[in-house]
T-cell receptor
């Protein structure tokens, strides 16, 4: 089965705290892609990262970092020194042949992050 | 790069009327466009996938006669909600994937800002 699980429905932190959003996936594909998107209150989904299944290197982009662990089928997202502007719903997604094609996304349920001043 | 626009951002209409939503890729050629529906505090539900110049592929349970999709060019797709009813009220989001500059990336979807439809 193709599935993405974001077990954390809502997370609330105070500004400057670090926060990790979990993403666990299931797939029959050997080649697949994983994504993170941010949906702020305005509604538009903002693309954050795409990772292919053969690249297990962690990635850092400013305050954002991603940890891809194939052994545990996880692709977790950490925000360091969170800010109020990070408040949004974050979606993890998966694509692959068994998802209907590499450009077809299977979304998780999303994690709502609230960062308080 | 990879900007997708949607118009209108909000629309209110009377029950029984039809509403057209446009989705445009502004700086790349979108070989594939997707239409999603999102209910409050829920994830995105894929409605249909459309490739330029061909008929859309609808997901199970989505009425193709109710939600008409046209992808006539590499930069424009439209979703028409026909004979809208209050239960069609929702947030509709489009996305596009295609050739993004010299480094082709056909498997990343870039999303529009969404259209909030309210049917009275």
């Amino acid at each position: 089965a193709q599935k993405v699980t974001q077990a954390q429905t809502e997370i609330s932190v105070v500004e400057k705290e670090d926060v990790t959003l979990d993403c666990v996936y299931e797939t029959r594909d050997t080649t697949y892609y994983l994504f993170w998107y941010k949906q702020p209150p305005s509604g538009e989904l903002v693309f954050l990262i795409r990772r292919n299944s053969f690249d297990e290197q962690n990635e850092i982009s400013g305050r954002y970092s991603w940890n891809f662990q194939k052994s545990t089928s996880s692709f977790n997202f950490t925000i360091t020194a969170s800010q109020v502007v990070d408040s949004a719903v974050y979606f993890c997604a998966l694509s692959g042949v068994f998802s209907g094609g590499y450009n077809k996304l299977i979304f998780g349920a999303g994690t709502r992050l609230a960062v308080h001043p | 790069g990879a900007v997708v626009s949607q118009h209108p951002s909000r629309v209110i209409c009377k029950s029984g009327t039809s509403v057209k939503i446009e989705c445009r890729s502004l700086d790349f050629q979108a070989t594939t466009m997707f239409w999603y529906r999102q209910f409050p505090k829920q994830s995105l539900m894929l409605m249909a996938t459309s490739n330029e110049g061909s008929k859309a592929t609808y997901e199970q349970g989505v009425e193709k006669d109710k939600f008409l999709i046209n992808h006539a060019s590499l930069t424009l797709s439209t979703l028409t909600v026909t004979s809208a009813h209050p239960e069609d009220s929702s947030f509709y989001i489009c996305s596009a994937s295609g050739v993004i500059g010299p480094a082709t990336s056909t498997d990343t979807q870039y999303f529009g800002p969404g259209t909030r439809l309210t049917v009275l």
